[in-house]
């Protein structure tokens, strides 16, 4: 039942761009993203509670596919500080409603060069 | 600046021992989560609650592994007896709603070490 992130690593280049895919077997209430550094805590970024939703933060952007139940963070000009773990996190759909609890995908390491 | 404190960071213990790790979540926030990280594992929910009601602890080994909240700033994990693979980093969350529904904020975590 974890989600499926891909891929599970990327490198860039400062200024280049990355997506990264969280997809889930389950029907989805809502979509999470959180950040974690080496030796941190993870960092919320953002949620996505609507199907089609897109919210930004920043550089970073993401879309939420209810029907394909597929999440995908985008990361457009990236900077040194972009790097780390990111990881989605899923909430099943209950009905309408959230089971109330998180799973979290695998993560994927980003690591941008300068 | 409000944030998750846990105590204590760090925690090296030999095999059959007691481990409490504590937390104070975020003042307002009625829902707490207690995760486990591990390389092999990743991150994985051990238990939470709403407003200091257990909802879920299916993710915790039941026979030594147990979660309450005695009140609304203090969330407790305990275990015992401790074995080796409980070595990991304990995180705590707490958000505002079911799962968080304005995302989860995580504490610094507890690292353990079991010998």
Same mark, same amino acid.
């Given at each position: 039942?974890?989600?499926?992130?891909?891929?599970?690593?990327?490198?860039?280049?400062?200024?280049?761009?990355?997506?990264?895919?969280?997809?889930?077997?389950?029907?989805?209430?809502?979509?999470?993203?959180?950040?974690?550094?080496?030796?941190?805590? *993870?960092?919320?970024?953002?949620?996505?509670?609507?199907?089609?939703?897109?919210?930004?933060?920043?550089?970073?952007?993401?879309?939420?596919?209810?029907?394909?139940?597929?999440?995908?963070?985008?990361?457009?000009?990236?900077?040194?500080?972009?790097?780390?773990?990111?990881?989605?996190?899923?909430?099943?759909?209950?009905?309408?409603?959230?089971?109330?609890?998180?799973?979290?995908?695998?993560?994927?390491?980003?690591?941008?060069? *300068? | 600046?409000?944030?998750?404190?846990? !105590? &204590?960071?760090?925690?090296?213990?030999?095999?059959?021992?007691?481990? !409490?790790?504590?937390?104070? &979540?975020?003042?307002?926030?009625?829902?707490?989560?207690?995760?486990?990280?591990?390389?092999?594992?990743?991150?994985?929910?051990?238990?939470?609650?709403?407003?200091?009601?257990?909802?879920?602890?299916?993710?915790?080994?039941?026979?030594?592994?147990?979660?309450?909240? &005695?009140?609304? !700033?203090?969330?407790?994990?305990?275990?015992? &007896?401790?074995?080796?693979?409980?070595?990991?980093?304990?995180?705590?969350?707490?958000?505002?709603?079911?799962?968080?529904?304005?995302?989860?904020?995580?504490?610094?975590? !507890?690292?353990?070490?079991?010998?």
């Amino acid at each position: 039942q974890q989600p499926v992130q891909s891929p599970q690593a990327v490198i860039l280049r400062e200024g280049e761009d990355a997506v990264i895919n969280c997809s889930s077997s389950k029907a989805l209430y809502s979509v999470h993203w959180y950040r974690q550094k080496h030796g941190e805590a *993870p960092v919320f970024l953002m949620i996505l509670l609507k199907g089609g939703e897109q919210k930004g933060h920043d550089k970073i952007s993401a879309s939420f596919n209810e029907k394909k139940q597929q999440s995908s963070l985008y990361l457009t000009a990236s900077q040194l500080s972009y790097s780390g773990t990111y990881f989605c996190g899923t909430e099943r759909n209950a009905g309408g409603t959230s089971y109330g609890k998180l799973t979290f995908g695998q993560g994927t390491i980003l690591t941008v060069h *300068p | 600046d409000a944030r998750v404190t846990q !105590t &204590p960071r760090h925690k090296v213990t030999e095999m059959g021992q007691e481990v !409490t790790m504590r937390c104070q &979540p975020i003042l307002g926030h009625n829902t707490v989560f207690w995760y486990r990280q591990t390389m092999m594992q990743g991150l994985e929910l051990l238990a939470y609650f709403r407003n200091r009601a257990p909802l879920d602890d299916s993710g915790m080994p039941k026979d030594r592994f147990s979660a309450e909240m &005695p009140d609304a !700033t203090l969330a407790t994990l305990k275990i015992q &007896p401790s074995e080796p693979r409980d070595s990991a980093v304990y995180f705590c969350a707490s958000g505002l709603g079911l799962a968080g529904g304005r995302g989860q904020f995580f504490g610094p975590g !507890t690292r353990l070490t079991v010998l």
